[in-house]
């Protein structure tokens, strides 16, 4: 009995080597755009001048939240600075970005496959399982061997992680649209893409916006873990402190990771519940905009009844009598 073995773990092997040997062109291809991608957006991000980036922060969390998430950003960023962490954080943003980014493309279109088609879900919840359940660093190994060490299997890794709950979410989403404004919509004459636009997507959007939330967060979890794959940012700084028991750098690039998500959590939060947007500084400057289109057409309905009845005019006073 202890000789008998299935030998699984070999079998993968065999597999990841059949793949480095014959989709090579296309594993180059894919490493160039990511670690252009990735890097494209870290040079932008730390080229902006610091006061400027917190800034813009700060006001994407007025425009869609609070003034108190705002203030917020401002004193956790300048924390940031001081800690001399800025530089890794936004490596570690343009890296959580681009993987957000990459996980929802794919993400949404399954998720929209998988509500449409019971076969597709069957399909795809064993495999979400899977890709949920195992261990994270196990997805390093395959993606190194694919990619080197670098940015590139850090960026892959942290995609398969974070994918999962972007399908789940967006699948819940679609599925738990009312059955009656679908068949209202088909009442009308509608096509299923239209359906899909204009009905299902529309009342699916908090829950998808929930999936994307986790997706960033799950992203951000991967940092340490890419930075164990040579991937630039605070999961590197982490990763040299443990190797060196340097407890002041573990913290302080730990507590910068916490500031980002933390910050990201509740921009994405506030974008998928209506409620927080309404009571944000854009929710405010739609609903007057709204109240002045609608001001604005009653009083041109309002002048229109006004006008004096003529041959062929759409309207007639309501005072006038009839001879």
């Keep these: 009995m202890d000789d008998f073995r299935i030998p699984i773990g070999a079998w993968a092997k065999v597999g990841v080597d059949w793949i480095k040997e014959n989709l090579d062109g296309l594993l180059d291809v894919i490493a160039m755009v990511a670690r252009w991608l990735v890097s494209s957006l870290t040079d932008v991000l730390v080229a902006t001048p610091i006061p400027v980036a917190i800034a813009i922060a700060a006001l994407i969390g007025l425009l869609v939240r609070s003034w108190q998430l705002a ?20 490596q570690t943003l343009a890296l959580v970005i681009v993987a957000t980014v990459v996980a929802v493309v794919i993400a949404v279109p399954l998720g929209i496959w998988s509500a449409r088609s019971d076969r597709v879900r069957a399909v795809l919840k064993p495999v979400l399982d899977f890709m949920q359940t195992m261990p994270a660093f196990v997805y390093l190994i395959p993606a190194i061997v694919f990619f080197s060490i670098g940015v590139v299997p850090g960026l892959v890794a942290t995609v398969i992680f974070a994918l999962p709950p972007g399908v789940r979410f967006t699948e819940l989403g679609i599925r738990g649209v009312d059955p009656e404004t679908v068949e209202a919509g088909q009442a009308f004459g509608a096509k299923p893409g239209q359906i899909l636009r204009g009905i299902q997507l529309p009342l699916a959007m908090p829950t998808i916006m929930a999936g994307i939330n986790q997706v960033i967060m799950l992203a951000l979890s991967m940092a340490v873990i890419a930075g164990m794959a040579g991937a630039d940012g605070l999961g590197k700084q982490v990763v040299e402190a443990i190797s060196t028991i340097n407890l002041p750098k573990g913290v302080e690039a730990g507590l910068s990771v916490v500031i980002i998500a933390v910050y990201l959590d509740r921009v994405t939060a506030a974008l998928g519940n209506p409620g927080e947007y309404r009571s944000s500084l854009l929710g405010v400057l739609s609903r007057r905009r709204a109240a002045r289109r609608n001001a604005a057409a009653e009083e041109a309905m309002a002048a229109a009844r006004s006008i004096p009845a003529v041959a062929g005019a759409p309207f007639a006073p309501e005072s006038a009598s009839v001879s």
């Design 71 to 90: 203030l917020g950003t401002v004193v956790t960023f300048v924390l940031v600075v001081g800690m001399g962490q800025w530089e890794s954080a936004m």
